[in-house]
């Protein structure tokens, strides 16, 4: 096997793959990314296309969002999968992937599956990264649950997921008004 050389075009040094349906993608996703961003040289945010689940957001809704939001980083690669994701991975020149905790309960599923991954490709490790003590709490699913009742998650997601949530749940843009003892 040839050692690929510093500046071949196939090189882009330390790839970690983040895979997830980020459905929608949060602060809690963004953190993960930023911080693996000083353990890697680029980050591929693989958006899963998941039959089982209902997604909220369309594969190209989610993928233009992504690429909007991480714009302005590029170490940041979204791209997006179909079936098994070490089929996904075989074509990368990852090692490694990534995934978020938040809880103790996160560990035992992400563990489950990252066991499988490693019996069904040896060579790739994962790599659990808890989440910013500032989101640990925040789920794709709560913020849809939150947005979807009319609440905010402004600070919890990008402004621009806030505002494709409550055009996706036709809510209108709120207008802050203060409660007091006139009312």
Do not use: C
């Amino acid at each position: 096997m040839a050692k690929k050389m510093k500046g071949d075009k196939n090189d882009m040094g330390k790839v970690a793959i983040y895979p997830g349906a980020f459905d929608p993608l949060t602060y809690g996703h963004i953190d993960i990314v930023e911080r693996a961003l000083e353990i890697f040289d680029k980050v591929i945010l693989a958006i899963a296309h998941d039959a089982e689940k209902k997604s909220l957001f369309t594969m190209e809704e989610r993928i233009e969002m992504a690429k909007l939001i991480f714009k302005d980083t590029p170490h940041v690669i979204v791209d997006s999968f179909k079936g098994l994701l070490v089929t996904y991975v075989e074509k990368t020149n990852a090692k490694v992937l990534l995934r978020g905790l938040r809880a103790t309960s996160d560990f035992e599923y992400e563990f489950h599956m990252a066991s499988m991954n490693r019996s069904l490709s040896t060579h790739l490790d994962t790599l659990f990264m808890m989440t910013s003590k500032d989101y640990f709490f925040v789920s794709s699913r709560t913020i849809k649950q939150v947005a979807k009742l009319g609440g905010t998650v402004e600070g919890l997601v990008p402004e621009l997921v806030a505002r494709r949530l409550k055009e996706k749940f036709k809510l209108p843009v709120s207008k802050k008004r203060q409660i007091g003892w006139e009312d």
